[in-house]
């Protein structure tokens, strides 16, 4: 499942998915966060998101430059995340960035109270995050504590200078760019992960880029979008038939990895729905809530109870 790559970056691994077509995946502890691509379709060569800071995003501009001769001329950001979007100044000036028209409209919004929200509390955050380090919580996983505190040494690091790019090129549902070598297409599903979520599709090689969409060996964030979208959307990348998905977060997916958030998004739908037929407080219910076996191995595990919360306060609501 695609081929691992030598890499001089902390931040992420490469890997040659087909010829001159690259998966960087996130390391553990590094400034990257969210998992990028990077894609040259013929005298174009194009970048899927952009890592959560530029000290990322600088490495995988190196690496385009001593693989390929020249930097990327498109970028293409999935969602407004900071995740997805904040490595995007690196590649100002040199290419065109690409986004469809909700996730735009939520960069300038969401996007920007992000950026004041962090720039105001991330240092903070750095700090109560060493301490649990010294004083690690009884049951908090090694891996969860050192995946946030790269999160927040690479924005501390960032955001002085930190400078959020928005796209100057956007689309509805559907955009399809092409090169000498290869074409792609990027296709908008509006509400399942977040407002808006674009993947990239290489019809010829049968990879897809997911983004946020996709999830493995995460537990996912299911916090701003609508549960049931996700499964539709699910249905529409599956119906798709890759061979080989790169997630937001993990390492490379199949089909298989669709089926599995499937069944996980599942699983907590039929346990919110148990949960808000009981007497007592839900959140203390929530709270109690054993988490299966198998996604007690998954990273972000604080995500499961979030998780469960929010969609048993979204079956209430009804």
Known sequence: MGTSLFSNSK???????????????????????????LIDLGGLLLVFDTFLTPQA???????????FGMPPQLV??????NDHTWGNQVFEGEAQFIASIRTRQLMETEGKEELRWYAANALKKLEELREKMRNPEAGTPDYALKGMLGYYEGLVEALPTLKPIKPGITFDKRLELSGSKRSCALIAF???????????????????????LLFTHFHPWLLEGDPDLLLQTLNAIEKLQPTLIVPGHGQLGTLQD??????????????????????????????????P???QDWQMPHLYHDNLSY????????
């Open 11 to 37: 931040h992420f691994t490469l890997q040659e998915l087909a010829k001159g077509v690259f998966a960087a995946i996130a390391i553990d502890g590094g400034a990257a966060i969210c998992n990028a691509g």
């Open 57 to 67: 995003a600088q490495d995988l501009r190196t690496f385009a430059m001593a693989e």
């Open 76 to 81: 293409v950001n999935s969602h407004y995340h």
């Open 190 to 212: 509006e509400g399942a992960h977040s407002g808006s979520d674009a993947i990239l599709v290489l019809p010829k090689e049968k990879i897809v880029f997911a983004g946020d």
């Open 258 to 291: 669709l089926q599995t958030l499937v069944g996980y998004v599942e699983q907590l739908k039929q346990t919110a729905r148990s949960l808000i037929t009981q007497e007592g407080n839900l959140a203390e219910q929530v709270h109690h809530q054993v988490m």
């Open 293 to 295: 076996v198998a996604y």
């Open 311 to 318: 969609i048993a306060k979204r079956l209430k609501g009804r």
